[in-house]
């Protein structure tokens, strides 16, 4: 007997050539001279880092981004070579590493270069500056502010390669927000280019603003949610810029089925009890997976078509009121398609009130990655 990579009857499947297909789509949609960060941060929205990094470096996508330091350790760690941005903020003491790995950090604070001239660290650093130009989250926000950090930058050690912005409102039908965020991008450049004269690149669109907009981008788009296939919101969706194949599904097996009474309680609480006789069967997946308690009541596949999950959502297991008896090991698909039926990652994201990025980080570790091409 060979050991297997895991045991259980519960897998994600990950479709690596829908992730190439998908950076593919977005590519003949932008201009030549626009490249592609692929964003993979948070293990790739969930379908896996390295394996998702390496596709995306094969389909043409010749640079990758983080939210944190840890995340390009890993690809670094992994064999990656390429330039890695980690977009979100560092700190000070931590920059030997990013230096030593020759992983690329953003900054946006004149305190924070004070701190990190101050560090023992020896090989360059190559830093991105981020601008806050309306998402209220991270960047310098005033001309005053940009001049003081440019003086900060005086340190042999600093390379300064690209500054970027994020939209707040790029996936929205009502694009005056969006507007006005890159006016006030084009009104600090021109400040920047007062103080500045070496070259730098610049990158601003997210999934969504480089797909809509793809004109208004500049050297790089950071390509994140659509990249596994996903829509940006309901907006982007119905406009379908571009298409997009979604790279991941969720599937288990039934490992239990019973016919039970009228009244039977199912679940903790017993707050689902069945009307007449009924067919119930146990799935073993539950919150800890990722099937939030919150999706009692959604529907799942069984034999192509749609049945709900019935009972609280336990921590390892979950119920589905069948139609019909069913053999064990009966396939039960949560995401994806099923002899032509399909629930997508949106209608679970509607179901719960959030978006897709919101159910593909909530699918745990536990539940293994199977790789297809
Ligand atoms: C996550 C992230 C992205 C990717 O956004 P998508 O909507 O998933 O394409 C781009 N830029 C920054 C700064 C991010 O944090």
Same mark, same amino acid.
């Given at each position: 007997?060979?050991?297997?990579?895991?045991?259980?009857?519960?897998?994600?499947?990950?479709?690596?050539?829908?992730?190439?297909?998908?950076?593919?789509?977005?590519?003949?949609?932008?201009?030549?001279?626009?490249?592609?960060?692929?964003?993979?941060?948070?293990?790739?929205?969930?379908?896996?880092?390295?394996?998702?990094?390496?596709?995306?470096?094969?389909?043409?996508?010749?640079?990758?981004?983080?939210?944190?330091?840890?995340?390009?350790?890993?690809?670094?760690?992994?064999?990656?070579?390429?330039?890695?941005?980690?977009?979100?903020?560092?700190?000070?003491?931590?920059?030997?590493?990013?230096?030593?790995?020759?992983?690329?950090?953003?900054?946006?604070?004149?305190?924070?270069?004070?701190?990190?001239?101050?560090?023992?660290?020896?090989?360059?650093?190559?830093?991105?500056?981020?601008?806050?130009?309306?998402?209220?989250?991270?960047?310098?926000? #005033? &001309?005053?502010?940009?001049?003081?950090? =440019?003086?900060?930058?005086?340190?042999?050690?600093? !390379? $300064?390669? @690209?500054?970027?912005?994020?939209?707040?409102?790029?996936?929205?039908?009502?694009?005056?927000?969006?507007?006005?965020?890159?006016?006030?991008?084009?009104?600090?450049?021109?400040?920047?280019?007062?103080?500045?004269?070496?070259?730098?690149?610049?990158?601003?669109?997210?999934?969504?603003?480089?797909?809509?907009?793809?004109?208004?981008?500049?050297?790089?788009?950071?390509?994140?949610?659509?990249?596994?296939?996903?829509?940006?919101?309901?907006?982007?969706?119905?406009?379908?810029?571009?298409?997009?194949?979604?790279?991941?599904?969720?599937?288990?097996?039934?490992?239990?089925?019973?016919?039970?009474?009228?009244?039977?309680?199912?679940?903790?609480?017993?707050?689902?009890?069945?009307?007449? #006789? &009924?067919?119930?069967?146990?799935?073993? =997946?539950?919150?800890?997976?990722?099937?939030?308690? !919150? $999706?009692? @009541?959604?529907?799942?596949?069984?034999?192509?078509?749609?049945?709900?999950?019935?009972?609280?959502?336990?921590?390892?297991?979950?119920?589905?009121?069948?139609?019909?008896?069913?053999?064990?090991?009966?396939?039960?698909?949560?995401?994806?398609?099923?002899?032509?039926?399909?629930?997508?990652?949106?209608?679970?994201?509607?179901?719960?009130?959030?978006?897709?990025?919101?159910?593909?980080?909530?699918?745990?570790?536990?539940?293994?990655?199977?790789?297809?091409?």
């Amino acid at each position: 007997m060979t050991e297997k990579t895991f045991y259980r009857d519960s897998w994600a499947n990950i479709h690596l050539n829908h992730i190439a297909f998908n950076i593919q789509q977005l590519k003949q949609r932008l201009s030549p001279d626009t490249n592609i960060y692929a964003v993979v941060k948070a293990n790739a929205y969930g379908h896996g880092d390295i394996e998702v990094a390496k596709t995306a470096l094969e389909a043409g996508a010749p640079r990758l981004a983080v939210a944190i330091l840890d995340e390009a350790i890993r690809l670094r760690d992994a064999g990656i070579t390429v330039p890695i941005l980690v977009m979100g903020w560092i700190r000070p003491e931590d920059v030997w590493i990013a230096a030593e790995r020759d992983i690329t950090v953003t900054f946006f604070q004149k305190q924070w270069l004070e701190q990190v001239k101050k560090m023992d660290f020896s090989k360059p650093l190559t830093l991105h500056m981020k601008w806050d130009t309306g998402m209220g989250r991270i960047g310098i926000r #005033e &001309e005053a502010e940009l001049i003081e950090v =440019l003086h900060n930058l005086n340190d042999d050690r600093f !390379k $300064l390669e @690209g500054i970027f912005t994020h939209f707040a409102t790029a996936d929205e039908a009502e694009i005056a927000y969006y507007k006005e965020q890159q006016t006030r991008f084009n009104q600090l450049f021109a400040c920047f280019q007062a103080h500045w004269t070496k070259p730098v690149i610049l990158h601003t669109g997210n999934s969504a603003a480089s797909m809509r907009f793809p004109e208004e981008m500049k050297h790089f788009v950071r390509f994140g949610i659509s990249m596994y296939g996903l829509y940006p919101s309901k907006v982007a969706k119905a406009e379908e810029p571009i298409k997009l194949k979604p790279a991941m599904s969720l599937h288990s097996r039934l490992i239990h089925v019973k016919k039970v009474p009228a009244q039977t309680a199912i679940s903790y609480g017993a707050t689902y009890k069945t009307d007449k #006789e &009924e067919w119930i069967g146990t799935v073993p =997946l539950g919150y800890a997976d990722g099937i939030i308690r !919150k $999706l009692q @009541g959604m529907d799942v596949l069984v034999n192509g078509q749609r049945m709900p999950i019935v009972g609280r959502v336990c921590m390892d297991q979950f119920m589905v009121k069948l139609d019909q008896s069913y053999p064990i090991g009966t396939l039960v698909t949560i995401i994806g398609s099923q002899s032509g039926n399909a629930i997508e990652m949106d209608e679970i994201a509607d179901y719960l009130d959030t978006i897709s990025y919101e159910v593909a980080c909530t699918i745990s570790a536990r539940v293994p990655r199977l790789y297809r091409e």
